[in-house]
């Protein structure tokens, strides 16, 4: 009695490791479809209107706070970074510049459509950290998310707009492409790696960038007048108006400090 | 129950005409608690996903990044993905003791309603199974996050009845008590606090899988008041959770008193009414940590298995109230 017990018990048990079969590596992961609506209606915006250039420096006044520290022993090839990479990304100030800050048209842009690039914009995890930290993109760009790493990394976007998305890159040099069809400012996370953490703007026009390390950054637009948001992911943004006529430079500075705080939902 | 009627279990009763005296399968009962036992680690191990949040680290279900999830290379298992994939093994070893435990009650149990609760084990803990790959595959939708935590819960009990029912001493028959004249029966009194702390647990799962957990940051106030503005959803799930704990709390202490002091020499009531109790006062503990340490992974899991444990506790009390407390005691008894 007691064997036939086993007998069965081992028979459903080698029925249920069947049943969890899988291939030996790593297989193609499932994507959301595509938007199916890729290219726009209509004559494009003709890009060499943009004559006018909006420029400037994203400041930080004050002491900037130290950003947190952070841990990466818990994945032994993301510790032999360790040293490169002892706190978190958010605050990077340079000789009084804010790094990492988005500065894109929130009101006034003018009427599209606009055709995005052929170009994809490409994410990069290299070296367990998302590279770049802050990115723009239109909507319906490729945006090409890769692996640099020997290790397994997840590509986790917690979009609420665009459908969400979590996939898994196990091998170096996987590439996962994909697009998003609403504009949308959405934070990007690795669940393996908790420190992990990035940011795209994806917009419906191009008149979008993001500061470099010195805090400057350059915008091209046509004539007219617009609202211009800077934002950042700790600090929160801030909104200017400008008006900028044919072939005309202005310069147009943002300034967060300490005490700016970011709105958190609910 | 009708005054003068047999108890619904005396059918457990050593004089029972179809139980054999003989036939005490211990080694199933010994089967079935280490299967319960099995099963609280797995609270506590789902616990941890939740608190590394660590529930889509591994983004393929049934798969592991594509492997068999048997076969995945331990030298893969780093950071979110250690406590995600571990949760997943020990599922699955929880879910074949299960299977075990079914097919052998089915050999061994002479009682049909004890084969058919070890086949409600095995569907709870399949359905189970499923739920956890559903939330993973729709990216931690709360309703199926927090269905997948109740039904654990609910799988608890059922192992606990196979471990109850099993044992020699159910099965040769508990001692039965002359039931006292009380307001509430005390198998009544038992249902209503295993109620009352199942309600909490889900009211409990609800505030974790809304992020909910630090919605109100300070302790014993709530947003600096005793009863706070209710601003908002995930305030009013957390507050609902604090007042279920005094709910529960009192029901504890009313079941406790009235063992110690109607039923307190009978140690199979008294001492998981004490043990009950005890652990109350420590969930109420971890609860307080959990919010003072903003979280701190080590209060907040223990204060998930502690749940449970309550949980398991008030219902073998239950179990036990059910099987011992009758209306007239038997002439032979």
């Not at chain 1, 605050?91 to 055709?115: H, Q, R, W």
């Amino acid at each position: 009695m007691q064997k036939r017990t086993l007998f069965l018990s081992a028979s459903l048990l080698v029925a249920a490791l069947a049943a969890g079969c899988g291939g030996g590596g790593s297989n193609e992961p499932t994507l959301p479809p595509a938007p199916s609506n890729t290219t726009p209606s209509g004559p494009s915006f003709d890009m060499s209107k943009a004559t006018a250039t909006v420029s400037g420096k994203i400041a930080f006044e004050g002491t900037p706070p130290p950003n947190d520290k952070i841990q990466m022993s818990s994945d032994p090839y993301c510790q032999m970074h360790a040293a490169e990479y002892s706190t978190a990304e958010t605050v990077k100030v340079t000789d009084g510049g804010l790094e990492n800050v988005m500065i894109y048209v929130s009101m006034g842009a003018p009427a599209g459509p606009f055709a995005p690039p052929s170009t994809p914009v490409e994410i990069v995890q290299q070296n367990c950290h998302y590279v770049p930290h802050v990115f723009t993109i239109m909507t319906n760009q490729t945006l090409n998310v890769k692996n640099a790493d020997m290790t397994l990394h997840n590509i986790h976007i917690w979009a609420e707009k665009n459908p969400q998305f979590n996939v898994g890159q196990a091998v170096k040099g996987m590439i996962t492409p994909t697009k998003f069809a609403t504009p949308e400012l959405i934070p990007i996370r690795c669940d393996v790696h908790k420190w992990m953490g990035a940011f795209v703007g994806v917009f419906d026009h191009p008149f979008s960038t993001v500061s470099k390390q010195d805090g400057t950054y350059e915008l091209k637009l046509p004539p007219g007048t617009y609202e211009i948001t800077a934002w950042h992911e700790k600090f929160g943004k801030k909104t200017m108006m400008v008006t900028v006529a044919d072939n005309e430079k202005k310069d147009l500075g943002f300034s967060f400090n300490a005490n700016d705080k970011a709105a958190t939902a609910d | 129950m009708k005054r003068g009627t047999c108890h619904p279990l005396f059918h457990l009763s050593p004089f029972y005409p179809t139980l054999k005296m003989q036939d005490e399968d211990i080694a199933l009962h010994r089967f079935a608690l280490f299967t319960a036992c099995c099963t609280a680690f797995l609270i506590f191990v789902g616990g941890l996903v939740t608190s590394t949040r660590s529930g889509l680290s591994v983004p393929d279900w049934p798969t592991t990044y594509g492997w068999n999830m048997f076969t995945f290379p331990f030298s893969k298992w780093v950071g979110g993905i250690f406590y995600e994939h571990s949760h997943r093994l020990v599922a699955s070893t929880v879910g074949f003791l299960t299977v075990i435990l079914t097919v052998w009650t089915w050999m061994k149990e002479t009682r049909s309603w004890v084969r058919w609760l070890s086949t409600a084990a095995t569907g709870a803990v399949i359905l189970q199974g499923v739920f956890g790959g559903l939330t993973v595959i729709f990216l931690l939708p709360a309703w199926i996050s927090t269905v997948h935590a109740c039904l654990a819960q609910t799988f608890f009990c059922l192992i606990i009845a196979m471990a109850v029912v099993t044992s020699p001493q159910w099965k040769r028959g508990l001692p039965l008590i002359k039931a006292h004249a009380e307001s509430v029966p005390l198998e009544t009194l038992c249902v209503m606090t295993t109620s009352a702390v199942y309600v909490q647990l889900i009211l409990g799962a609800l505030m974790r899988h809304t992020n909910a957990g630090l919605t109100i940051p300070d302790f014993p106030l709530a947003l600096g008041h005793i009863i706070p503005p209710l601003i908002s959803s995930k305030v009013i799930i957390h507050f609902a959770h604090r007042v279920g704990a005094l709910m529960v709390t009192a029901m504890v202490v009313w079941t406790f008193s009235r063992i110690a002091r109607s039923y307190s020499y009978y140690p199979l009531l008294l001492r998981p009414a004490r043990t009950m109790l005890v652990l109350v006062v420590v969930q109420i503990s971890l609860g307080a940590a959990t919010v003072w340490t903003a979280k701190a992974l080590l209060p907040t899991t223990a204060h998930v298995l502690t749940g449970a444990l309550v949980l398991g506790t008030s219902f073998l009390l239950t179990l036990r109230a059910y099987a011992m407390v009758v209306d007239r005691v038997p002439a032979w008894k």
